[in-house]
């Protein structure tokens, strides 16, 4: 009698179980896409991202990469509030933009929403860049997808916010160049596989304690991605950026789900430039008068000349004022390089 019923019920919840992933299969309607899960979004830019397909349908797989889009965009909202009420003409760059999508839909809840602004998209695939232009042609104009290297593509002198998400490896670092160079007001940061800092730990000299840390292939991976990132924020808060580290919702799944913003309030930060030197110091990676070494990761090694690329820009007219809008907050913003 008790097999009996323990069967039963084995089978209602097995029916239950199917009737749940059943339901979780069922393709997005286009209306639930457009208007509940990327509220902004033409159907067009929907069609471009894959999201929707050219019938109207959608896949299971949308819901992801809509909540993923969704909290990135989220993210970046106070940063994009604030570049597109102080500049007449906004300019966010996407260093390693892929297939496009966050900067498509970017592109309709601000630019295409206050009909103001460029956005720029890099990336060093032709395949990529051929699909996303064919995508984007007619409904576009202020969108500009170009093939190249994030080092070397030409940019406006003064750009607003500088985007790197899932830049694998030193294209995070790239981007972070170009940003200080071009005195950009934001960064929004997504780094991917870096195995840079995990080689030049190999060659520190550290013998101690300390560099048990790293001594083994497999911490050495981790730590390494772990020092990465932690030198990318000071280097950022350096030259005068508050940085906020954060995750990202959607991308649990990923270990590459690290989000670095950082805003403008300044030139420089003396006290971050020292923990700087004294953290690569520390691992084996900067010489002890803070001299280069030959394994000193890449990004430390260009700063100086980055530094020097960026006082070189001057503003045109348009940003003069509204940079000075910005510099009667620096005293007080500047605090937050410190907190952060």
């Known amino acids: 009698m008790g097999g009996a019923m323990m069967g039963k019920r084995k089978q209602r919840d097995q029916s239950k179980s199917v009737s749940a992933q059943s339901s979780k299969r069922q393709p997005l309607s286009p209306k639930q896409v457009q208007s509940e899960l990327m509220e902004g979004v033409t159907v067009e830019t929907l069609i471009a991202l894959g999201v929707l397909t050219q019938k109207g349908g959608a896949s299971p797989s949308a819901r992801r990469k809509v909540k993923q889009v969704n909290h990135l965009l989220k993210q970046m909202s106070s940063a994009l509030s604030d570049i597109f009420n102080r500049y007449d003409d906004p300019i966010i760059v996407d260093m390693g933009a892929g297939r496009a999508t966050v900067s498509l839909a970017l592109y309709d809840r601000w630019i295409r929403a206050h009909g103001k602004g460029q956005l720029i998209a890099i990336e060093s695939r032709p395949e990529l860049v051929q699909k996303v232009k064919q995508a984007t042609q ?28 899932h830049a694998c490896d030193l294209a995070t670092d790239y981007a ?113 008068e803070g001299e280069h070494l030959e ?13 020097a690329q960026r006082d070189e820009v001057q503003p045109n007219q348009d940003t003069q004022q509204q940079d000075a809008q910005q510099q009667d907050t620096q005293q007080q913003s500047a605090k937050q390089v410190d907190n952060s």
């Not at 576009?140 to 406006?156: C, D, N």
């Not at 840079?196 to 292939?217: I, M």
């Not at 270990?255 to 004294?278: A, C, F, P």
């Not at 394994?295 to 530094?307: A, N, Q, R």
């Open 176 to 288: 972070i160049a170009r940003g200080i160079t071009h005195k950009a007001d934001y960064f929004s940061l997504v780094p991917c596989c870096q195995a840079e800092f995990a080689q030049a730990l190999k060659q520190s000299q550290r013998k101690d304690a300390l560099s048990n840390l790293w001594s083994s292939a497999h911490h050495r991976r981790e730590f390494g991605a772990h020092l990465t990132n932690v030198v990318r924020t000071q280097v950022l808060k350096s030259v005068g950026y508050a940085v906020t580290v954060t995750e990202l919702t959607g991308w649990e799944h990923s270990m590459k789900n690290e989000l670095i913003l950082g805003r403008r309030v300044g030139r420089y930060h003396e006290q971050s430039k020292t923990d700087l030197n004294h953290l690569l110091q520390e691992a084996g990676l900067l010489g002890t």
């Open 138 to 165: 007619d409904n576009y104009p202020r969108f500009h997808m170009i093939e190249g290297s994030a080092l070397k593509v030409e940019l406006p002198k003064r750009v607003h916010l500088v985007l790197g998400l």
């Open 295 to 307: 394994h000193s990761p890449w990004l430390i090694k260009e700063l100086p000349k980055l530094i």
